[in-house]
């Protein structure tokens, strides 16, 4: 498990993996409502600072 810094070319990973976890529990991952920040990590939280996600 490494902790690395998020870069844009990951978002569709991040989807992915959002996608099999809310999945797994019965709620639909909605990417472009409930759950556009994490749908756009680049526009909600890379402006602040880095943003680091853990890859498995």
């Given at each position: 498990m490494?902790?690395?810094?998020?870069?844009?070319d990951?978002?569709?990973?991040?989807?992915?993996f959002?996608?099999k976890c809310?999945s797994?529990?019965?709620i639909?991952?909605?990417?472009?409502?409930?759950?556009?920040?994490v749908?756009?990590?680049?526009?909600?939280?890379?402006?602040?600072e880095?943003?680091?996600?853990?890859m498995?």
């Amino acid at each position: 498990m490494d902790i690395v810094k998020f870069n844009v070319d990951m978002q569709e990973q991040v989807n992915g993996f959002f996608e099999k976890c809310f999945s797994a529990v019965g709620i639909p991952y909605s990417p472009k409502d409930r759950h556009a920040d994490v749908a756009n990590v680049e526009s909600h939280y890379m402006n602040i600072e880095d943003f680091g996600i853990i890859m498995v």
